[in-house]
């Protein structure tokens, strides 16, 4: 056998074995769905410093509304509490599953000291999840924000203004 025959067999062999393991990743990947209507789940949000837990709630096959609370001790200057839910339309029901959504905040700061302030945010949100299985998701979301700020908040450097920003986060949840 020549040289050319055994490297033509190993080119063969290789292109058979790459399409066998493509297709046993492509199968396993079909496989994974995201979870049924009534599903409930525990999701955690990650937003540069800040993280969200949110509960997911699987409405119907297409629509999750999630509940989400935040807080966030600052040392002994103040805390930071939040409550808020999003609402998101999945555009298909694959591994791979894109959305719109909308979601919205109400964050309460506590100084040790003095009075407290409340600001307020409402934005549209671009996104898709990956579901590994019909338990496990990763995601990834674009958000584009209105922001209210107290006249004593500085959070959005606009005191007592309106803002707009955009924002990303990040996700990860389980469900049950």
């Known amino acids: 056998m020549s040289h050319c025959q055994k490297y033509r067999i190993l080119k063969s062999s290789t292109a058979c074995l790459i399409v066998m393991i493509s297709v046993v990743f492509a199968s396993m990947a079909s496989a994974a769905m995201p ?9 955690a949000s990650m937003q540069s410093e800040q993280v969200d837990i949110l509960v997911p709630c699987w409405v119907s096959a297409s629509i999750n509304l999630a509940p989400s609370a935040r807080f966030v001790s600052i040392g002994d200057a103040y805390s930071d509490y939040g409550v808020g839910a999003s609402l998101r339309f999945y555009r298909r029901s694959e591994n791979v599953s894109p ?11 506590s ?3 003095g009075n407290g302030w409340t600001d307020f945010v409402i934005g549209g949100a671009f996104g898709g999840d990956y579901f590994l299985d019909e338990h496990f998701s990763v995601g990834v979301e674009a958000q584009l924000n209105v922001t209210k700020s107290a006249e004593e908040s500085t959070r959005f450097g606009n005191p007592g203004g309106t803002n707009i920003n955009s924002a990303m986060g990040v996700f ?4 049950f």
């Not at 959305?99 to 700061?109: D, E, H, K, N, T």
């Open 35 to 43: 979870p049924a209507a009534g599903t409930i789940g525990l999701m």
């Open 99 to 109: 959305y719109v959504g909308i979601r919205s905040m109400a964050l309460f700061v």
């Open 111 to 113: 100084p040790k000291t």
């Open 172 to 175: 990860a949840a389980v469900y």
